[in-house]
Structures are given as structure tokens and as C-alpha cells.
């Protein structure tokens, strides 16, 4: 079975602090995809990110980055100086094997205070 | 490129009454799913469409859920008769293959009273 934890539930921050997001994942598969979403307060999940588990390259993009390491199954998400347009849940999901299905963790809800 | 639409945004009715909800996925992608939301909680896949053929319905509650893809283009979930912990949010999505990145739509909120 197919598990993702993101045991933060809930951060605040002040705007231009770094935060990182934390991402826990079990799997038994030895093919899967990882992701990160985001779901602002308009309800939509916005796609931030695709990774598979033969690449564990860290990843940089603008003020995200990714660091995933699959010795200690984590694929965490850091925001650099952060900004109150970046309040929202964020998701982390895990697909993988013969199981296209999305496994969500319970969300990890970032305010960002001006 | 216009991303997955869905109406209604959001979506009153009274314990027993049916309900339906309308996603119109991205233009191109052939996998359209259907999650639920609740809250609190990250979303769980419903019901899979390759085309116009659900191929994984296994967690669709089939004794009031009920849903279809007509065309292999949009599709609408159905609830008859709704029930108070059917309030919800429910997300469509839509990805090229089923092995592609899956785009959210911006979701149906559902209060059932």
C-alpha cells in the first residue's frame, strides 16, 4: 500500500522567512512519481512539480526548490522568502507501480503574515 | 491553454435531492478523473475514464454515485439521493495519459443540509 505523510499540519511564517515542507512517502514499488501541489484558497490544486524515483536531483525553480532523497523515502519542499501570495495547502502525492492512482498526504496549510 | 473547467462552483441542496456536478478537461487529454475532497483531507480518486470507458471505479459508491463521458470528452457525476456527509468538495482532473501529470480543476463545493 501506498502511503504519503506530511506531518505538518499547519505553519506560519513572516513574509521573506525560508519555510520547508516536509513529505514522507512509503511505497513498495520501485517505480513511482512524486509530486507537489497547491490548493490556494480559491480551492483549485495548482501542479508545482513531477519527480520520478530514478531522478533525485534536486530541483530549483525561482523561489522553490526540492530535495528528494530516497534513503530516508522524503521529498521535502522549501519556499525561499517566502510571501503572503504563497499562504495556501500544500499537497504531496505519490503514484507509482502499476497504480496510476494519486495518494495525497493530509495537506500542510503555510500562512505567510505580511 | 484553457485548463479543466467545472460547474457549479459551489452547490446547495437539501438531504435526498440529486445533484450533479460538470467537468469539461483539458482539450487533448484522454484520462479524466473525479476526486473527493473532504476537509481537511487531500483528495481521493473516485472514478478514472480513459476515453469514454471508466476503467477503475472500484471506489465510486454505486448505490447513489453514478457518473459518465459521453464522447470521451466531458463528463458529469451524479449523486441521487444526496446525503448530509456527501458535503464535500469534488475535483475534476484530466491528464493526457494515465501516466501523465494530472491538472485539478477548480472543484465543486457541495453542502448538503
Known amino acids: 500500500a501506498q502511503k504519503v505523510t506530511q506531518a505538518q499540519t499547519e505553519i506560519s511564517v513572516v513574509e521573506k522567512e525560508d519555510v520547508t515542507l516536509d513529505c514522507v512517502y512509503e511505497?513498495?514499488?520501485?517505480?513511482?512519481?512524486l509530486f507537489w501541489y497547491k490548493q490556494p484558497p480559491s480551492g483549485e490544486l495548482v501542479f508545482l512539480i513531477r519527480?520520478?524515483?530514478?531522478?533525485?536531483q534536486n530541483e530549483i525553480s525561482g523561489r522553490y526548490s526540492w530535495n528528494f532523497q530516497k534513503s530516508t523515502s522524503s521529498f521535502n519542499f522549501t519556499i525561499t522568502a517566502s510571501q503572503v501570495v504563497d499562504s495556501a495547502v500544500y499537497f504531496c502525492?505519490?503514484?507509482?507501480?502499476?497504480?496510476?492512482?494519486?495518494?495525497f498526504g493530509k495537506g500542510t496549510l503555510l500562512t505567510v503574515n505580511p | 491553454e484553457a485548463g479543466v473547467v467545472q460547474s457549479p462552483r459551489y452547490k446547495i441542496i437539501e438531504k435526498k435531492q440529486p445533484v450533479a456536478f460538470w467537468c469539461n478537461p483539458i482539450?487533448?487529454?484522454?484520462?479524466l478523473y473525479w476526486y473527493l475532497q473532504n476537509l481537511g483531507q487531500g483528495p481521493e480518486l473516485l472514478i478514472r475514464?480513459?476515453?469514454?470507458?471508466?476503467?477503475?471505479d472500484s471506489q465510486l459508491p454505486k448505490d447513489r454515485f453514478s457518473a459518465e463521458r459521453l464522447k470521451g470528452v466531458d463528463s458529469t457525476l451524479k449523486i441521487q439521493p444526496a446525503e448530509l456527509g456527501d458535503s464535500a468538495v469534488y475535483l475534476c482532473?484530466?491528464?493526457?495519459?494515465?501516466?501523465?501529470?494530472?491538472?485539478f480543476g477548480p472543484g465543486t463545493r457541495l453542502l448538503v443540509l
Open positions: 482532473a484530466s491528464s493526457r495519459t494515465s501516466w501523465e501529470t494530472q491538472y
Open positions: 511505497t513498495r514499488d520501485t517505480t513511482y512519481y
Open positions: 519527480r520520478n524515483s530514478f531522478d533525485e
Open positions: 502525492a505519490l503514484s507509482g507501480g502499476s497504480n496510476y492512482k494519486l495518494t
Open positions: 482539450s487533448g487529454h484522454n484520462t
Open positions: 475514464y480513459e476515453n469514454e470507458e471508466a476503467v477503475d
